[in-house]
């Protein structure tokens, strides 16, 4: 398999503080092969095979701001056994609902704008529902907990022009750790 050739934005980037826009449908055909080559990415950036072969760094969700694109989509690509992944495509995403539970990563959040290791913990909610579209224009509605949970408020906040290292707290990286669960 071929390396996509995409270029994913560093953290000081000023375009990732952008707020992206709205996606009409149906999508352009340099949108859908976007989204493609960076489900590949993501794929290859998981498997062990490629990540040597090209030095990637591993990674599941890229949004297309990351890609200094200022569109609502994003991508998920999640390991479910060596190899084999479910894809999700996710465009103009609302969360319609998130539980009190707030949860974090215990060995820290990572992101493939953020070249360095990150101290702290980022507060999230254990499960949300988000309403969203797929790249045909399909609605669909989607309940996510645990570390998919994570990885879709992530994605989000990048949407808003949020990085996760905004959400830790400067002075207290992990602070009220203890009102959290760790996954």
Do not use: W
Not at 4 to 22: G, H, T
Not at 132 to 140: N, R, S, T, V
Not at 169 to 181: E, F, G, H, I
């Amino acid at each position: 398999m071929k390396l996509p050739d995409i270029k994913i934005l560093d953290e000081f980037d000023k375009v990732l503080r952008n707020k992206s826009k709205e996606v009409p449908f149906p999508l352009s055909s340099e949108d859908l092969k976007l989204i493609n080559d960076s489900l590949n990415y993501l794929e290859m950036s998981q498997m062990d095979e490629y990540r040597e072969k090209y030095n990637l760094r591993a990674g599941m969700g890229l949004s297309f701001i990351q890609l200094g694109i200022p569109k609502r989509i994003f991508v998920i690509s999640e390991e479910i056994e060596e190899n084999k992944f479910n894809r999700y495509v996710v465009i103009n995403p609302k969360i319609k609902s998130k539980s009190e539970e707030l949860i974090f990563v215990g060995e820290g959040e990572g992101c493939l704008s953020v070249n360095r290791e990150v101290e702290g913990i980022v507060p999230r909610n254990a499960r949300i529902t988000v309403e969203a579209y797929d790249e045909k224009g399909d609605f669909f509605e989607i309940r996510v907990r645990e570390d998919m949970s994570v990885a879709f408020q992530h994605e989000i906040d990048h949407l808003n022009g949020v990085i996760f290292i905004d959400k830790i707290d400067k002075n207290n990286p992990y602070k009220n750790r203890t009102l959290m669960r760790e996954i």
